[in-house]
T-cell receptor
Framework: EDQVTQSPEALRLQEGESSSLNCSYT??????LFWYRQDPGKGPEFLFT???AGEEKEKERLKATLTKKESFLHITAPKPEDSATYLC????????????FGQGTRLTINP | DGGITQSPKYLFRKEGQNVTLSCEQN?????MYWYRQDPGQGLRLIYYSQIVNDFQKGDIAEGYSVSREKKESFPLTVTSAQKNPTAFYLC?????????????FGAGTRLSVL
């Protein structure tokens, strides 16, 4: 059974303090790994898709990387507006087009 | 303006009552999904549909029902058989391709029990 585990559950940083969020996954074959951002009381907003080990994608202060067993979301010099819950999800090769989500990391950036 | 519209934003259910959550999309996407989110947990798949007039159960389908009569619409009914319906419900859609499937989400409906 596909499994996705995110760590830490919550992370509190000072503005400008860089860090990384982790997403570990277990699938028989990976079609894609997705990162979403979710603000309180709102739907998730798509950030990145990664397809194969070694791939990296960047958007503003965020960079996502992928290995065969985990993905990292690196946040460089974060600002308070980066505070949100970050969700990781995987789609399995050959299966129905559905995503399996981790429980999320709640990130708080203090000014 | 293309997007996914969920309504209502807040919904209250009485004991023994069925309630229906609406989800409409104008993105011309083939596939649509319903997820449930509980506090501190990730999204869990309730039902999904890859084409009109066809849908499949997800991981937690018991106590829920859906229909897909139109491409644009995928309503979710929370039946009285769902004993713990209080949660945040999210609808998503995606283009049905043979490859990677990016899902885009609506703003959600928060359901509470009176």
């Amino acid at each position: 059974e596909d499994q996705v585990t995110q760590s830490p559950e919550a992370l509190r940083l000072q503005e400008g303090e860089s860090s990384s969020l982790n997403c570990s996954y277990t699938v028989s074959g990976l079609r894609g790994l997705f990162w979403y951002r979710q603000d309180p009381g709102k739907g998730p907003e798509f950030l990145f898709t990664l397809y194969s080990a070694g791939e990296e994608k960047e958007k503003e202060r965020l960079k996502a990387t992928l290995t065969k067993k985990e993905s990292f979301l690196h946040i460089t010099a974060p600002k308070p507006e980066d505070s949100a819950t970050y969700l990781c999800a995987v789609q399995e090769l050959g299966g129905a087009q559905k995503l399996v989500f981790g429980q999320g990391t709640r990130l708080t950036i203090n000014p | 303006d293309g997007g996914i519209t969920q309504s209502p934003k807040y919904l209250f259910r009485k004991e023994g009552q069925n309630v229906t959550l609406s989800c409409e999309q104008n993105l011309n996407h083939d596939a649509m999904y319903w997820y449930r989110q509980d506090p501190g947990q990730g999204l869990r798949l309730i039902y999904y549909s890859q084409i009109v007039n066809d849908f499949q159960k997800g991981d937690i389908a018991e106590g829920y029902s859906v229909s897909r009569e139109k491409k644009e619409s995928f309503p979710l009914t929370v039946t009285s058989a769902q004993k713990n319906p209080t949660a945040f419900y999210l609808c998503a859609s995606s283009m049905r391709t043979g490859g990677v499937n990016i899902q885009y989400f609506g703003a959600g409906t928060r359901l509470s029990v009176l």
